[in-house]
C-alpha cells in the first residue's frame, strides 16, 4: 500500500462530534507519550502531519486525518487520546476514557486498531487494559512495537517475543517501528492494505 497524501480533519472532545461516515477507519492507540504522533508522522510520510511533544498527555481529542482522498483506497486514520497519563484530574482522565470508549463501541467503520506499546518497556496495566477491552469487544487490531531504535538490533527480537508472550499472541503479530531509524512501516502499510481491500471487496458485493 502507498500512502499518497494525508490532512487533518478535525478533532472532537465529545463521542457526538465524531465524523458520520462510509469510510473505513484505521485508529490508532496507546499510552501516553508512546510515540502516536511521531508514528502517524512517519506513516503517512508527512513530518508535521500530527503534533508530536515531548510532554506526554497532548493529544485530549480524537483527531481525524482523511489519507489517500478520492482514491480507490481512501480511509480516515484516527488519533485516539492517550491514556495512562498521570498528571491531569480525574475528572479530565475519565473525560478521555468515556471518549474513547464509546469510539472503540460504537463506531461502525472502524476495521482496525493499531495498537501501540513501547518496545523498551513491559506492557502497563493500561496497556493489558486496553488489550483485554479490544480482545473481549472482537475489535481487530494489530500490535505495534514503537521506539525499537531506542533498543539494539539483538534486544528487539527478545522484547518482541516479550510483549507477545505477554498478549499470548504469535510473535509475528507483533510488528516492531522506529519513526527515528524509518523502519518497519512497510510491515504496517501490508496490514492496512489488507484489511482496506477486504473492506473494498465486501462494499463491491453488497
Same mark, same amino acid.
Given at each position: &500500500? ?38 502517524? +508522522? ?87 487494559? &486496553? ?5 473481549? +469487544? ?18 528487539? +527480537? ?14 509475528? +503479530? ?33
Amino acid at each position: &500500500m502507498i500512502i499518497r497524501s494525508a490532512k487533518y480533519v478535525k478533532g472532537v472532545s465529545s463521542y457526538s462530534q465524531c465524523i458520520v461516515s462510509p469510510l473505513p477507519q484505521i485508529a490508532v492507540a496507546g499510552k501516553s507519550n508512546v510515540g502516536k504522533s511521531s508514528f502517524i +508522522n512517519y506513516l503517512t510520510g508527512d513530518g508535521k502531519l500530527a503534533r508530536t511533544s515531548k510532554q506526554p498527555g497532548r493529544t485530549r481529542l480524537i483527531n481525524y486525518f482523511i489519507v489517500n482522498e478520492d482514491k480507490q483506497d481512501e480511509f480516515l486514520l484516527t488519533d485516539l487520546p492517550g491514556y495512562g497519563f498521570a498528571r491531569v484530574s480525574d475528572a479530565e482522565k475519565l473525560k478521555w476514557a468515556d471518549l474513547l470508549e464509546k469510539y472503540l463501541a460504537n463506531e461502525q467503520q472502524l476495521k482496525q486498531v493499531l495498537f501501540l506499546v513501547d518496545i523498551r518497556h513491559e506492557p502497563t496495566a493500561d496497556d493489558k487494559m &486496553m488489550y483485554n477491552y479490544l480482545f473481549s +469487544n472482537n475489535v481487530p487490531f494489530t500490535i505495534v512495537a514503537t521506539k525499537a531504535d531506542k533498543i539494539s538490533r539483538s534486544q528487539v +527480537n527478545v522484547r518482541l517475543a516479550a510483549i507477545a508472550s505477554t498478549f499470548k499472541v504469535g510473535k509475528d +503479530n507483533v510488528l516492531a517501528v522506529s519513526s527515528e531509524k524509518k523502519t518497519g512501516k512497510e510491515a504496517v502499510l501490508n496490514k492496512l492494505e489488507q484489511v482496506l481491500r477486504c473492506h473494498y471487496e465486501q462494499q463491491s458485493d453488497q
